[in-house]
């Protein structure tokens, strides 16, 4: 029988997660729900040095503000699960409070010949580092150097039960093979082969706080959680030889599961990785929500920069793996449906930020109308007190063209709602200069006001009749010029849509208004 798919997204909670790392998350419930399987969350968290409050908090919500809801390890309030259910069988999912599992395997190892006891000393080690350094090599504690080293492969046994029961510092190594070709599989990236001569004995469990470290811990729990795809990042594929050493000393080979490394997301300018400062520097955010560091510095995040989760979530699909069709607008279930490792790319994914936006945008483009009037209402507040949704709807309209975000809405149509308090003074000293035409534009107000019907249509056929008689016959840009002044005395500036548009939604009353006002302020 085929195994039910089982991924899990395994995040470190050492600060705010970086898009990055949603990207992880997000391949990983794709690929899950694509072929009918469960999504986990587990926290691995064994590196309590790394530890950062609030960040597991901030990648549980942040995943749910992306719509990416696990099957199992969160409970519908967000909490880490801690009491297995049949929900969540496998609880705890947080490798702390998993301690006590892990020791077994450790020892389990030491038994069957594959790891062994480790006595040297964080001083002895780093003297070990430094003297390497100063002959120009790299101290790796290996098949090269362990045989001479302080551990229970070189100490009596009896010396050895006694420095564990003593209170001794102590690890449980890995006990890496010399010249083995270690033959593995990547789904993005096929077939790879290391020597594992060049890989180092890793520690697996450190007795100074009784706890495993990720590698151990990670196996361990991937195994016990029937996890049947490992999808991660890229600074995962080092420590692939060791995985695979590992799954075999315990033998687990033939149910291991299968991985894929993601490729980094790579600077805008495609030089480097996109890294988690590069957001402030660059000016574009990098992380989903918003979050405020230890010396109070507030990042950048997409949320609040006002994009749609669901457009921030179909740009980040789109940024490494692609459909193989032209097709760039997805939702979620579509994303489901599409999405195959095999079309995940190799190389870096280049962060374009103006497609960023461009993706918000026709987020915003399919909008009905009256849900942009919620959410322009939710970022305006006071502003539009008092008009009706009829009214910011038909605005939302004239404007929604213009815009990459709902808190760029206000900024293109104030003057819809209030008249302007000031003119643009480069369109004054271009567009109200003129004598013939100071006499003219207020006339023009007048004539527009009696045109029946008050259509669009019917003010475009003419108003450019008018002009054309009340000017001389050789001044062909008497409409232009008469039409931004009009323009300047509603808008205060050069922008905005159509002349008419806005004319026939402000009413002509406070078309008049406007223009009365402004001839007497610029006189
Ligand atoms: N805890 C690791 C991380 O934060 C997970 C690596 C893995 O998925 O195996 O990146």
């Known amino acids: ?56 908090k901030y990648i549980i919500d942040s995943l749910k503000w992306c719509g990416i809801i696990p099957d199992e390890g969160v409970d519908e309030n967000g909490n880490v699960v801690s009491v297995p259910s049949p929900k969540h069988p496998h609880a705890p999912y947080r490798q702390s409070e998993r301690k006590g599992i892990y020791r077994k395997y450790a020892e389990q190892l030491v038994e069957t010949g594959h790891a062994y006891y480790a006595f040297d000393t964080e001083e002895d080690l780093d003297r070990m580092r430094k003297e390497c350094e100063s002959r120009g090599e790299t101290f790796i ?76 811990a990670n196996i361990v729990d991937d195994h016990l959680m029937d996890i049947t795809e490992v999808i991660r990042g890229e600074e995962w594929l080092p420590s692939l030889p060791l ?3 590992l799954y075999e000393a315990f033998g687990w080979k033939e149910v291991q599961p299968r991985f894929a490394h993601l490729s980094l997301l790579l600077k805008p300018s495609g030089k480097g990785k996109l890294s988690k400062r590069d957001g402030d520097k660059l000016g574009f955010p990098v992380f989903p929500l918003k979050w405020i560091g230890e010396d109070g510095t507030v990042t950048r995040s997409y949320r609040e ?32 449906n599409a999405f195959s490792l095999d079309r995940v790319v190799k190389s870096g994914a280049r ?10 945008e026709q987020y915003l483009r399919k909008q009905s109308t009256s849900d942009l009037v919620a959410q322009f209402r939710e970022v305006a507040g006071e502003n539009l007190k008092g008009f009706s949704d009829g009214y910011v709807g038909k605005v939302c309209e004239l404007v929604r063209e213009r815009v990459h975000f709902v808190n760029e809405l206000w900024g293109q149509s104030s003057f819809f709602f209030e008249a302007p308090a000031e003119y643009d003074p ?5 567009f109200w200069n003129d004598a013939t035409d100071k006499s003219v534009v207020p006339a023009l107000a007048e004539f527009i006001c009696t045109v029946e019907p008050f259509t669009k249509e019917e003010l475009e056929k003419r108003i450019p009749e008018w002009v054309a008689s009340h000017s001389a016959p050789d001044d062909r840009k008497a409409l232009g010029r008469n039409m931004n002044t009009l323009r300047l005395f509603i808008v205060g500036a050069s922008n905005g849509p159509s002349i008419a548009d806005i004319i026939i939604l402000i009413g002509k009353d406070e078309f008049l208004k406007r223009v009365g006002n402004a001839v007497k302020i610029l006189k």
Request: charged share 25%; with cysteine; proline share 6%.
């Open 426 to 430: 480069a369109s004054v000293a271009k």
């Open 351 to 360: 962060f374009n930020p103006e497609k960023a936006k461009w993706f918000n």
């Open 305 to 336: 920069d006002g994009y749609y989760p669901e457009a921030f979530v179909n740009m980040l699909a789109l940024l490494g793996w692609n459909p193989g069709t032209e097709q760039e607008i997805f939702t979620m279930d579509e994303l489901i």
């Open 243 to 245: 995985h695979y050493m």
């Open 141 to 216: 504690y290996n098949w090269q150097n362990r045989a001479s080293l302080v551990n229970s492969l070189t100490l009596p046994p009896s010396e050895v039960a006694k420095r564990l029961q003593d209170g001794h510092e102590w690890t449980v190594r890995f006990k890496c093979p010399e010249n083995r070709t270690i033959r593995m599989h990547d789904l993005i990236r096929g077939d790879i082969e290391v020597n594992s001569s060049i890989v180092d004995d890793k520690v697996l469990w450190k007795a100074s706080d009784g706890l495993p470290t990720y590698h151990l």
């Open 1 to 56: 029988m085929e195994k039910r798919t089982r991924v899990r997204f395994a995040p470190s909670p050492t600060g705010p997660l970086h898009m990055g790392g949603v990207r992880t998350a997000l391949y990983n419930y794709l690929y899950a729900k694509k072929h009918g399987g469960d999504f986990l969350i587990r926290i691995e968290d064994t590196d309590s040095r790394r530890f950062v409050p609030g960040a597991e």
